[in-house]
């Protein structure tokens, strides 16, 4: 069974560039044709997805936020991290972070619980 698990540092002042990690377990992050993603919902709004990275390694990024974005892997460690730089409080939101498998579906099929991160001064 494959287990997404998000950790953050919860409270970031703006400006700041927190990171976010997401641990795998059940399956190697290098698995052929499985993406790995960062979504958030801030609150009382929809998903939205930050960016992917591939199995290669690719990554992808969500236009309005690409220039703030960056995803990168330990594949030692089987995770990838979220950072996002100079961050507002328009970033306080709920990050999880989700799995593609495009050999069984194109839509997300496992999900981590999710972890808050706040920005306030």
């Known amino acids: 069974q494959v287990r997404l698990q998000e950790s953050g540092p919860g409270l970031v002042k703006p400006s700041q560039t927190p990171s976010l990690t997401c641990s795998v377990s059940g399956g190697p992050v290098t698995a052929n044709y499985h993406y790995w993603s960062w979504v958030r919902q801030p609150p009382g709004k929809g998903l939205e997805c930050l960016g992917t990275i591939s199995w290669s390694g690719t990554t992808y990024y969500s236009p309005s936020l690409k220039s703030r974005t960056s995803i990168s892997r330990d594949t030692s460690k089987n995770q990838f991290t979220l950072q996002l730089s100079s961050v507002t409080p328009e970033d306080t939101a709920k990050y999880y972070c989700?799995?593609?498998?495009?050999?069984?579906?194109?839509?997300?099929?496992?999900w981590g619980q999710g972890t808050q991160v706040t920005v306030s001064s």
């Open positions: 989700a799995r593609i498998d495009l050999l069984s579906t194109p839509d997300y099929d496992f």
